[in-house]
Each structure stands twice: as structure tokens, then as C-alpha cells.
């Protein structure tokens, strides 16, 4: 690995700049980060840990709305009998 470019001062976190510098077939994009630390394995099982988790989380708000739904239906069909 060559030498990282160093984040302008001008930049927000979050904002990109290009780099014009280093060309490559696919183009280099620097992203700003407040505090960037390396990516390691343990980043990476955080990250996955947090991945799964919202997964989950997602999986639990998408059957709550399914029961929902069937309650309301249940609800319109009683309605439409009276």
C-alpha cells in the first residue's frame, strides 16, 4: 500500500473530493471522516454484528406491520358487515 493522501482541511466530514493525483482504471474517491481508524477484523465483525442486528430488527418492525395489516382488514370486513 502506497502513501494515503491526506484529507484537505477545507472539508466537512462526510464530503468527497476526488483525487486528482492518482489515476487508476476505476478512479480514487478520498471520503472525510471525523475519526477514521483502520479497518481491521474487528471493524468489520462490528460492523457485521450491526448489520445483523438491524436485520433482525427489521425483520421484528416488518412482521409487527404484516399483523397489523390483517388486524385493519379485520376490522374494514367488520365495518362493511354493519
Do not use: C, Y
Not at 471525523?34 to 460492523?47: C, G, I, N, Y
Not at 457485521?48 to 433482525?56: A, F, K, S, V
Request: net charge negative.
Amino acid at each position: 500500500m502506497g502513501n494515503q493522501p491526506k484529507p484537505p482541511e477545507d472539508l466537512e466530514e462526510g464530503e468527497v473530493e476526488e483525487v486528482g493525483e492518482m489515476v487508476t482504471q476505476t478512479g480514487d474517491v478520498l471520503v472525510v471522516e471525523q475519526e477514521a481508524e483502520p479497518f481491521t477484523s474487528d471493524s468489520a465483525q462490528r460492523l457485521t454484528h450491526d448489520i445483523m442486528m438491524w436485520n433482525g430488527e427489521i425483520d421484528n418492525i416488518q412482521n409487527k406491520l404484516n399483523v397489523m395489516e390483517q388486524q385493519m382488514k379485520n376490522m374494514i370486513d367488520v365495518f362493511g358487515r354493519i
